[in-house]
């Protein structure tokens, strides 16, 4: 059977990126490697809209979420971390490991957090220099308000903001020099196409002030080191060369559709997912402010996300995400990142319509899918 991958990482990988990270691997410490990490330096400020140095981590995103705590922050700060789903919570897990005071702001699954919340919780505590958020928060399918919140922290030169962008980054606009976000995450096996092993972290001038303050240890995930060996090409340590190959020809893929085409298409493909499952009575787990990296769906209660999701990988090679936690079987969660056009979208959606048919949801079978059709075609 053949297989298909609709999880919000690890995604499917375009053919021509497997080929380029299928030759014969090369020396990191070689011209040859210098050029391409040239290249993919340049295509990382382009994605990130930055002009500011987007590192490269040999590591999955959580790597760059501990690199980006442990680079700016010091033992005893206070973090005010935004706490809406299994992302936000580890915010704080890392803040704690490195004994950083955590002050979580809880919101409810599937809801965003109300900016008016983040400036009432500065301005009672002085002692806040950090607000941590996703710009997705992955385990639910909520977009945050980055841009907002930015805008309060921007006001304060104490206070920065970090931003787990894992599921944001290539997804939808986060252009990190004009919002003014301090310190900005993103991960390979998500927008970008690629397995998982490689994450980013791109830091602005106010988080390079509070780099200079901070006491936490760090070593392999120094960034001040890290910029040294980036300006002449190369890396600290032994970088994931043939994933940084890969990266490369994504970064050139990208460049040609262009960063607004890039974020549409997110856009449209979650857009047809979502009103697909309301055409069928499937209400969507996010409402108002929904992400475009995945769709959340929630299970006809009388079924369950369990039976849905075991369905469509045994019966049609199709693997998607449940929920966690509070939400475990009760949503499955359909990525729209990675190597996922419209033939996909019509194929998991007319999926799920068969599924459901087969478990005995009542329903008027083919109208996701025409709906989803319909969304795709227009222009």
Not at 67 to 81: C, E, F, H, P
Not at 195 to 220: H, I, Q, R, T, V
Request: net charge negative; aromatic share 8%; proline share 5%.
């Amino acid at each position: 059977m053949k297989k298909y991958l609709f999880t919000p990482g690890p995604v499917p990988v375009p053919s021509e990126v497997l080929i380029e990270m299928a030759k014969p691997i090369i020396h990191h410490r070689t011209a040859e490697f210098e050029s391409i990490f040239a290249e993919v330096r340049e295509g990382l400020k382009y994605v990130y809209e930055t002009e500011q140095e987007v590192f490269i981590l040999a590591a999955s995103g959580t790597g760059a979420m501990e690199a980006s705590v442990a680079n700016t922050l010091s033992r005893g700060d206070k973090a005010l971390v935004v706490n809406g789903g299994k992302f936000g919570e580890r915010w704080g897990k890392i803040c704690r490991a490195y004994g950083v005071e955590v002050e979580e702001l809880m919101v409810e699954w599937g809801k965003e957090v109300d900016p008016a919340d983040i400036e009432k919780a500065l301005q009672a505590d002085p002692l806040i220099s950090a607000v941590l958020v996703q710009a997705s928060e992955t385990s639910t399918g909520v977009k945050h308000p980055t841009k907002e919140i930015a805008e309060i922290t921007g006001k304060r030169d104490d206070v920065i903001l970090i931003v787990d962008g894992i599921t944001g980054v290539g997804v939808f606009p986060l252009p990190f020099d004009k919002w003014g976000i301090d310190v900005l995450v993103g991960g390979s096996q998500k927008a970008f196409m690629l397995p998982p092993g490689l994450s980013f972290a791109a830091m602005s001038d106010k988080a390079w002030k509070f780099y200079e303050k901070s006491n936490l240890p760090k070593f392999y995930f120094d960034f001040k080191t890290a910029l040294k060996n980036a300006e002449k090409n190369t890396t600290t340590f032994t970088p994931a060369v043939t994933l940084i190959i890969g990266l490369a020809a994504v970064l050139r893929r990208f460049m040609a559709e262009g960063r607004e085409n890039m974020h549409a298409r997110h856009a449209k493909l979650a857009l047809a997912t979502r009103e697909a499952m309301r055409a069928i009575g499937v209400e969507p787990f996010v409402q108002d402010t929904p992400s475009t990296a995945l769709t959340t769906v929630i299970a006809p209660p009388e079924i369950g996300a369990g039976k849905v999701i075991a369905s469509l990988r045994d019966d049609y090679g199709i693997t998607v995400a449940g929920g966690q936690d509070q939400a475990k079987g009760k949503i499955f969660r359909i990525s729209h990142i990675g190597d996922i056009d419209k033939t996909d979208i019509l194929s998991i959606v007319a999926a799920i319509e068969s599924v459901l048919d087969g478990l005995g949801y009542d329903f008027n079978f083919g109208a996701a899918t025409k709906k989803a059709a319909k969304i795709l075609s227009e222009d």
